[in-house]
């Protein structure tokens, strides 16, 4: 199954968002992912539901892929799955009932997905897997963007993968965290389904569409 390329709108440019976002899916890739920040989970703050609504015109076919790094994210399901989100991810850390979390999600029409910190253990899915779409694993910390790879806790990738085989689950394994031409290989070998990758692409010193290129190039098509 192919790789799938998740372009991180935290790294754009903002002053030239819905153009980068464009750029991006030109090369013929369909998810865009949108981190939400608080100020309160995480030490930093971002977008909001609007950023969605206002590019959905703008990217009519486009994946959108929203990893909610909030407390209490289920107040924000519903703004987001309104705004057009399709998959809506939260963190077990920020929710007191994370069965009913994933259920809401679903609910409102999203794919429902679990991100993991790097010290979160995968073991707590097993406890949620039949309301699981995806789980995000973080290979840094989360709250901003550009920082150190940590290999322990890109360990939980094969994890997941064996994990899925052993219960028949279909959770997507996705990963956020300094993904580029020297980490995604790795990830997708060890069963990676979705790559997350914000400096990478936007930062790139050719171009958007560069950056890409040069993840498909050792990912593959």
């Known amino acids: 199954m192919a790789i799938e390329l998740a372009p991180s709108l935290l790294a754009a440019d903002h002053a030239r ?7 991006a899916l030109a ?6 992912h949108v981190d939400v920040m608080d100020g309160r989970f995480v030490p930093n703050l971002s977008f909001g539901a609007e950023v969605v609504r206002a590019l ?30 399709h998959a809506i991810t939260v ?6 009932h994370l069965q009913r979390t994933l259920a809401a999600i679903r609910e409102a029409g999203c794919l429902a997905g679990v991100a993991l910190n790097p010290a979160t253990s995968p073991e707590i899915l097993r406890y949620v897997l039949e309301d699981l779409d995806l789980v995000l694993v973080m290979t840094v910390n989360p709250g901003f963007g550009g920082q150190a790879f940590l290999p322990i806790a890109a360990r939980k990738v094969g994890e997941l993968a064996r994990l899925r085989a052993e219960t028949g689950a279909t959770f997507k394994i996705s990963v ?8 995604a290989p790795g990830l997708a070998r060890d069963g990676a389904d979705v790559l997350v990758a914000g400096s990478a692409v936007f930062n790139h010193a050719a171009g958007v569409a560069a950056g890409i290129a040069a993840l498909r190039e050792v990912v593959g098509p």
């Open 176 to 183: 956020d965290g300094s993904v580029n031409v020297k980490t």
């Open 91 to 96: 963190h077990q850390e920020a929710t007191a």
């Open 27 to 32: 090369t013929g890739e369909t998810w865009l």
């Open 17 to 23: 968002f819905g153009q980068q976002a464009q750029e």
């Open 56 to 85: 959905r015109p703008l990217c009519p076919a486009a994946f959108f892929d929203v990893h909610l790094m909030v407390v209490e994210p289920e107040r924000y399901i519903e703004p987001f799955a309104a705004a057009g989100a």
